[in-house]
């Protein structure tokens, strides 16, 4: 069974930046497919950014790519998502989630994920 473990969350002013961590237990890493989505208040999960289990391939929700980064370190079993000039509709819980096997093509798809953390608040103020 895969944990995952997400940090990094907390509270910023609008333009600000944060990186979030997911930390993976309980299955080599290197054969997970992982992603972040995010949830906000009243509104339904969505796909934030996803990377493949060698990081040769990221792929990432149209509108944020040009603002956050996902990578992952294999070697410590954690992925990162790193998020400059947050805006207050990015507020949200951010969620880790990850598959086994090879990511493509439903990178974006959350029924895709077998394993999910408990996610991270992360709140952007005006």
């Known amino acids: 069974q895969v944990q995952l473990v997400e940090s990094g969350g907390g509270l910023v002013q609008a333009g600000g930046s944060l990186r979030l961590s997911c930390a993976a237990s309980g299955r080599s890493f290197s054969e997970l497919s992982m992603g972040w989505f995010r949830q906000a208040p009243g509104k339904e999960r969505e796909f ?16 944020l790519k040009d603002r956050f ?3 992952r ?15 207050p509709e990015d507020t949200a819980v951010y969620y880790c989630a990850a598959k086994a096997g090879r990511l493509a093509p439903r990178f974006s798809v959350a029924s895709e994920y077998g394993y999910w953390g408990r996610g991270t608040q992360v709140t952007v103020s005006s």
């Open 48 to 63: 934030v950014a996803a990377i493949s289990r060698s990081a040769g391939s990221s792929y990432y929700k149209d509108l």
């Open 73 to 87: 370190d294999n070697a410590k079993n954690t992925v990162y998502l790193r998020m400059h000039s947050l805006k």
């Open 69 to 71: 980064t996902i990578s």
